[in-house]
């Protein structure tokens, strides 16, 4: 049988406010993980301070994620940052179609889409994120809102690069609101996406593909979340800003990986 690796990944969005706070939360995770593998481990911190966490994670099992690129490889796209950029700055990861993105700032499938590409072309592990809001879900369309965004997402990919892609499954309405998904409820989207992505991409890959958790994790409701079949991590954003949450997150993977 196949084990997938639970994988935890930190989301710190537009946080901390100085490169001095997010080196020392980069430390304090990095001394809290240590050596240990049994859990895959990521931080997605903001754009600027990338080179300054990446020299914290040095030598660490630790990766590190951009929370956002542009698909082009360069040009004139003011703010934007390039996948090659990212790599440059130590990442080994880009966090891709946050709801914040979609919803905030209107970013489409399609982006995503093009964003993915290229970051696979570049050698980055992409976190793909989709989920639906409070409103589809009253009305019955989580399902198809997240076959839409899987498709237009992962269109054109080939099983060996979706391989490399983690998804991470957010509803939108558990975001940052304290109001979690039951486990139930995240495991059922969670064995509908695999079967959604066996349909598409083949049974093998289906069983390799990561798909993370996200939506108000906590130390105290990680483990029962993490212990779903079909859950194999989580994208933490609240509580990766504080290392002992983070770390009680990246505790309950352990355990939930050692019963695996
Ligand atoms: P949250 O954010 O853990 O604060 O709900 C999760 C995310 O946005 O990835």
């Not at 030598?59 to 934007?80: R, V």
């Not at 409070?134 to 054109?156: K, M, P």
């Not at 093998?204 to 029962?224: C, F, H, M, R, W």
Request: glycine share 12%.
């Amino acid at each position: 049988m196949l084990t997938r690796k639970i994988f935890i990944a930190g989301n710190w969005k537009m946080n901390p406010g100085t490169s001095e706070q997010a080196k020392a939360l980069a430390k304090a995770v990095r001394e809290g993980v240590g050596s240990a593998s049994e859990v895959e481990v990521a931080l997605g911190a903001p754009a600027i301070f990338l080179s300054a966490v990446s020299e914290s994670l040095n030598d660490s099992p630790i990766g590190l994620a951009g929370q956002n690129m542009h698909w082009a490889k360069d040009g004139a796209y003011t703010g934007e940052t390039s996948a090659s950029m990212l790599l440059d700055s130590g990442c080994t990861h880009v966090i891709l179609g946050h709801s914040e993105r979609r919803h905030g700032m209107g970013e489409t499938d399609e982006q995503v889409n093009r964003k993915l590409k290229s970051a696979l072309e570049a050698g980055l592990y992409p976190i793909v994120c989709i989920g639906e809001t409070l409103e589809e879900r009253e009305s019955d369309r989580t399902e198809s809102v997240v076959a839409g965004q899987l498709t237009g997402s992962l269109a054109g990919l080939s099983p060996e690069e979706m391989n490399k892609v983690v998804l991470a499954y957010e509803p939108v309405w558990a975001i940052g609101t304290g109001r979690t998904a039951t486990p139930g409820q995240a495991q059922d989207v969670h064995a509908f996406i695999r079967r959604t992505l066996a349909a598409r991409f083949g049974e093998k890959t289906a069983l390799i593909v990561k798909i993370q958790y996200g939506g108000s994790v906590k130390p105290d409701n990680a483990e029962e979340l993490l212990g779903c079949p079909d859950i194999d991590g989580a994208l933490v954003g609240g509580a990766s800003l504080k290392a002992s949450d983070f770390l009680g997150i990246i505790e309950a993977g352990r355990k939930v990986s050692v019963a695996r």
